[in-house]
């Protein structure tokens, strides 16, 4: 069965990552390349891993996290959707059976908080892992004197990390926050949509989902 090893070799995936990468830099926005994609697909594998789901599902979901931002080659807007359309053509190419890409291409097209729903495990465990990743590495602006507001935000998480518990069914984002770069509710301001995604996620794999910013519980 196809692994997300075998996808990471895969020549056509490298170079739609770092080209999509370029674009969005090109753009004004945060890092989106091989180090958030790798962060996302362990995290959610490491969700479904943690709540006892099946290991293949776990593998799923870490391929999903790894291509799911692959449509920002082409555009930003919708990439969820053209992202899911790339990688169906891909995993196909691969040898992966259909089932599994319907399951893969599905959370692809639903990770983003505009239109994306928990439509299985799989796509639950992708939102909760790529709305995670808030941290002051991904800026890649170097003059905070022209930071933007996601700019700022990011450039203020000093830690960010999920915390799977399976016995009290919880599924924590726990932030570290320098409020001297940026007050609290500036996360709320760009950020609230995605908590809400990440609650009805969390919800799907009949989780609470929990939000703790600088010791404190806010959700």
Same mark, same amino acid.
Not at 52 to 73: F, S, T, V
Not at 121 to 133: Q, T, W
């Given at each position: ?38 962060? #996302?697909?362990?995290?959610?594998? !490491?969700?479904?891993?943690?709540? =006892?789901? $099946? ?5 799923? &979901?870490? %391929? ?39 399951? #893969?291409?599905?959370?692809?097209? !639903?990770?983003?908080?505009?239109? =994306?729903? $928990? ?5 639950? &465990?992708? %939102? ?92």
């Amino acid at each position: 069965m196809l692994t997300l090893a075998d996808v990471k070799k895969d020549p056509m995936v490298e170079a739609f990552i770092k080209k999509s990468n370029e674009h969005l830099g090109t753009l004004g926005y945060t890092e989106h390349g091989f180090r958030h994609l790798g962060l #996302v697909a362990a995290i959610a594998k !490491n969700i479904l891993d943690r709540l =006892g789901h $099946p290991e293949r599902e776990g593998e799923l &979901a870490a %391929i999903a996290g790894y291509l799911h931002d692959i449509g920002n080659a082409i555009n930003r807007q919708e990439h969820g959707l053209t992202g899911a359309l790339l990688a169906a053509q891909i995993l196909e190419r691969l040898g992966m059976d259909y089932e599994e890409i319907a399951i #893969v291409i599905s959370a692809i097209g !639903n990770h983003e908080e505009q239109y =994306g729903q $928990p439509v299985n495990n799989v796509a639950a &465990a992708l %939102i909760l892992a790529d709305k995670s990743d808030v941290h002051r590495s991904r800026v890649r602006n170097q003059d905070p004197a022209t930071y933007d507001i996601h700019d700022r935000v990011n450039s203020a998480v000093e830690h960010s990390f999920v915390w799977v518990n399976e016995q009290k069914r919880t599924i924590t984002l726990e932030l570290i926050i320098n409020t001297d770069i940026c007050p609290v509710m500036e996360y709320f301001e760009i950020f609230l949509s995605r908590m809400v995604l990440c609650r009805k996620a969390a919800e799907f794999l009949k989780c609470r989902f929990e939000l703790v910013i600088n010791g404190t519980k806010l959700l």
